[in-house]
C-alpha cells in the first residue's frame, strides 16, 4: 500500500470540506489527501497536501488517528494509477479546525486535483464518496465525529 495522508477539514459550523476531482466524469467528492514524501512525517505531509491541494494554509491539526486506514483500489484503476506498483493506498487522517473564509480556498493551485468543492455535513461524508473509499470514510468519520 501507498503511505498517504488525509484531511478532514472542519470548518466553524462543524462541516467538511470535500471536492470534486477534475480527472472524474461521474459525480464523486473527496477529502483531500495524498502521498508521504521520504523526508517528512504524515503530520508535515498534511499540512503541504492541503495547501498542494487546495491552496491554504489557514488551519490547525485537531485530532488525529490511531491507526492507518487502508483502502484498495478498483483492479482496473490499480494497474493503472501509480503503474501498477500500489493496490491501493493506507492512510494516517488528520482533523483540522479550517481557521480561514472561503475566499482563502483556491483550488486553482500549481497542479489542479480539483474543480469544485463545497462544505458537507460529516454524516453525508460516506454517501457523497466513490464506493471503494466508503469504508475508509467510515472510520474516518468514527473516528472524528465528536470534532464536528
Known amino acids: 500500500y501507498r503511505p498517504c495522508v488525509g484531511i478532514m477539514l472542519i470548518n466553524h459550523a462543524g462541516l467538511v470540506f470535500v471536492a470534486q476531482r477534475i480527472d472524474q466524469v461521474v459525480e464523486a467528492w473527496q477529502m483531500p489527501q495524498g502521498g508521504v514524501e521520504a523526508d517528512e512525517t ?21 485530532g488525529e488517528t490511531e491507526d492507518w486506514i487502508p483502502y484498495d483500489l478498483p483492479r482496473e484503476l490499480a494497474d493503472r494509477v501509480w503503474h501498477g506498483r500500489f ?3 493506507t492512510q494516517k487522517w488528520f482533523a483540522m ?19 469544485a468543492w463545497k462544505w458537507t455535513p460529516m454524516s453525508t461524508l460516506v454517501d457523497v464518496v466513490v464506493s471503494f473509499k466508503r469504508e475508509n470514510y467510515a472510520q474516518v468519520v468514527a473516528a472524528f465525529r465528536h470534532l464536528a
Open 87 to 89: 493496490r491501493g493506498q
Open 97 to 115: 479546525r479550517f481557521l480561514g473564509a472561503d475566499d482563502d480556498i483556491d483550488l486553482a493551485t500549481a497542479e489542479p486535483e480539483f474543480d
Open 42 to 62: 504524515p503530520r508535515q505531509a498534511a499540512l503541504r497536501e492541503l495547501e498542494e491541494e487546495i491552496g491554504t494554509s489557514r488551519a490547525e491539526i485537531i
